[in-house]
């Protein structure tokens, strides 16, 4: 049943994955192990056929929004020491950029490792990242940008967090098309993610979780 409920998610096959959800919880499947042996793994396939480009972009939206469909029937069900996420993270498409595609891809790889998500939207300024690390507390902040003359905003939201004194309160980790792990370090980012697959590796390494 687990396995099916993989494949589906795999296959994005969204009635066929809040079908067998509810066949599982008949069965006496316990919720927490729907999401962790199901969910999961079937979303940790998707990544890795997404990294190796044996799927686009709208498959891996299909299959997340399977996982979402499943989520939002077992979510009622699991007790918040079920859920309890691998960790917090913010992400958010930076000051001067509207694209959110990468950025939305990213959050939902990250939710189908495990992982709670607070999405900051797009075109957002430097003082908002700091408010949502002063007030969430997230174990991560993502920054997303995908032009060229954007990339600068991603270096000034680093230098508002030092100027702030909350940089030392949570990783940064910075992804997009013009992104590159030497501008990543030269940002004194703490991690730099090619793509949504590696975003969730280096989210766990991150949190020691790798």
Known sequence: ?????????????????????????????????????GLILGMDVVGIRFKKKEISVPEVLMSARAMHASLEILKPLLSRSDMEPLGVIAIGTVKGDIHDIGKNLVAMMLEGAGFRVIDIGIDVPSERFVEIVREKKPDILGLSALLNVTLSSMKDTIEALENAGVKGDVKVMVGGAPVTQEFADEIKADAYARDAREAVLKAKELLGLG
């Open 1 to 37: 049943m687990l396995h099916e409920i993989s494949k589906a998610l795999v296959d994005g096959d969204m009635p066929e994955v809040k079908r067998l959800t509810e066949e599982a919880l008949r069965d006496g499947v316990k919720p927490v192990v729907i999401v962790n042996k």
